[in-house]
């Protein structure tokens, strides 16, 4: 059965901090895709990446940055330097081979960045 | 570019009754996806409409239905409202593909609260 765990519920950290958020799936599909989302106060989940189950590259976007492990299979995502924007629920998901648009999201995790 | 938006943003109903919800996708998305997201369960994936087609469904009781109009607009019914369906509603568009690729725009949410 397929199911993401984010065994952290809340994290709270002084703004520059880093902060790794945990993510591990479970899927016996060879050919899935994972997600991140954030969500801030106002409700709307916010899109942030897309991996592919081929595709192990991690990945660095600005102070985001992603590691995707097959072999422990999780996709674990770190902000370097964290600021007070960043405050929000992040959730992991997983898509699999032909699930269209249903996702099964992990419980979240609430990220609360003080100044 | 217009998100995706969610009518009504808040609403309160009482159990028995029974509730539409309204998503106007991004121009040129043509499927929509609807979830349910709870502090107890989580996000969970309702249904997705495609070309005026229920391409895929989550496992909900039937008193959820949606529809999708030919401008790929659509709404979501639950009927008999039970306390239990007191949730915000999130809707999601996306452009297309039948895999699990797709990258999902999310609107604001409606927040149903069942007295």
């Known amino acids: 059965a397929q199911k993401v765990t984010q065994a952290q519920t809340e994290i709270s950290v002084v703004e520059k901090e880093d902060v790794t958020l945990d993510c591990v799936y479970e899927t016996r599909d060879t050919t899935y895709y994972l997600f991140w989302y954030k969500q801030p106060p106002s409700g709307e989940l916010v899109f942030l990446i897309r991996?592919?189950?081929?595709?192990?590259q991690n990945e660095i976007s600005g102070r985001y940055s992603w590691n995707f492990q097959k072999s422990t299979s999780s996709f674990n995502f770190t902000i370097t330097a964290s600021q007070v924007v960043d405050s929000a629920v992040y959730f992991c998901a997983l898509s699999e081979g032909q699930a269209g648009t249903a996702l099964i999201f992990g419980k979240g995790t609430t990220l609360s960045v003080s100044s | 570019k217009a998100g995706v938006t969610q009518t009504p943003r808040y609403l309160i109903k009482t159990r028995g009754q029974q509730v539409t919800l309204s998503c106007s996708p991004i121009?040129?998305?043509?499927?929509v996806s609807w979830y349910q997201q709870t502090p107890g369960q989580g996000l969970q994936f309702l249904f997705e409409y495609f070309s005026e087609t229920q391409r895929n469904k989550g496992n909900f009781p039937g008193r959820f239905s949606g529809r999708q109009f030919s401008n790929s607009r659509s709404e979501m019914n639950v009927s008999t409202l039970e306390l239990g369906d007191s949730a915000l509603y999130l809707c999601?568009?996306?452009?297309?593909?039948?895999?699990?690729?797709?990258?999902?725009?999310f609107g604001a949410g409606s927040r149903l609260t069942v007295l």
């Open positions: 999601a568009s996306s452009i297309d593909s039948p895999s699990g690729a797709n990258v999902l725009t």
């Open positions: 991996r592919n189950s081929f595709d192990e």
């Open positions: 121009s040129g998305h043509r499927s």
